[in-house]
């Protein structure tokens, strides 16, 4: 009756009441860990399909245009902010910044290079946003299952010395307290689980994602090279670089 007893408490519960100080460091690490890496996972999961959505979105207005008037008035003030339109207007303020000296434009290389650097820079921070987390959740999937590790060898520790103290070293006074310990390293490879697999997916999606705005980013690149600049805007708003834009290029596209 004793036995079943003691049976019956076994579990990760039991080990961390019976745990203490270095012993709990692992559990509670391991805890956060998981903790966090759900909240980028979900969190991820929302951007991903948020930001791809808007960007099917702007895409297919965009090339539904037959000109830079049409671009003026049905997406800048219609679509969500997305990679792709930031990108455009990245390119737009590029090409009204070459032909407006006010603004101290420095000259490095010709008026396409400037625009690319532009264009680069934009891409820079879009990729730099869809990277955010990964991070953490490479250190997790990396790191958990050696924090697991470490708890269940402390938990082994402490267990001999438990068994070594009451001087009882039979068969179910060791197999006990040592399956409970190994909880430690199934719960680390429980945390680190998720954290691999969402790691690759995001990873694989950006990568996707990315060659479609490298895609858009040589269209609006071969658009503001090839065609004709402001001579001057009066405002900054990217809007007014657009209607600037059209009046010269009208029917170009």
């Known amino acids: 009756m004793e036995t079943s007893q003691e049976i019956t408490e076994m579990g990760l519960a039991h080990l961390i009441d019976q745990t203490s100080g270095v012993g709990l460091i692992p559990a509670v690490l391991l805890l956060i860990m998981s903790v966090a890496t759900w909240y980028w996972i979900l969190l991820k999961v929302w951007q991903s399909w948020k930001t791809r959505r808007d960007t099917r979105e702007f895409l297919s207005a965009f090339w539904q245009c037959r000109n830079l008037k049409q671009v003026e008035k049905q997406i800048l003030p219609q679509t969500r902010t ?83 103290v009451s001087g009882q070293s039979t068969l179910d006074k060791v197999a006990g307290p040592v399956g409970e310990a190994l909880i430690m390293t199934a719960f680390g490879l429980a945390v680190a689980l998720p954290a691999v697999l969402a790691y690759n997916l995001f990873v694989r999606l950006n990568r996707v994602y990315l060659a479609e705005i490298d895609g858009f980013a040589h269209d609006v690149f071969a658009l503001l090279s090839t065609g004709k600049t402001p001579a001057s805007v009066k405002t900054p708003e990217e809007t007014t670089a657009l209607k600037q834009i059209n009046e010269l290029q009208a029917g170009e596209i």
Request: aromatic content about 6%; glycine content about 10%.
């Open 82 to 164: 997305d990679p792709c339109k930031e990108l455009l207007l990245s390119g737009l303020h590029a090409a009204r910044q070459i032909h407006n000296p006010e603004q101290g434009v420095i000259e490095m290389g010709s008026h396409d290079e400037f625009i690319l650097r532009a264009l680069r820079r934009s891409m820079t921070r879009s990729t730099l946003r869809l990277e955010s987390g990964l991070t953490l959740l490479a250190s997790v999937g990396s790191a958990a299952p050696f924090v697991g590790l470490f708890g269940t060898v402390w938990g082994i520790y402490n267990a001999l010395i438990g068994i070594s």
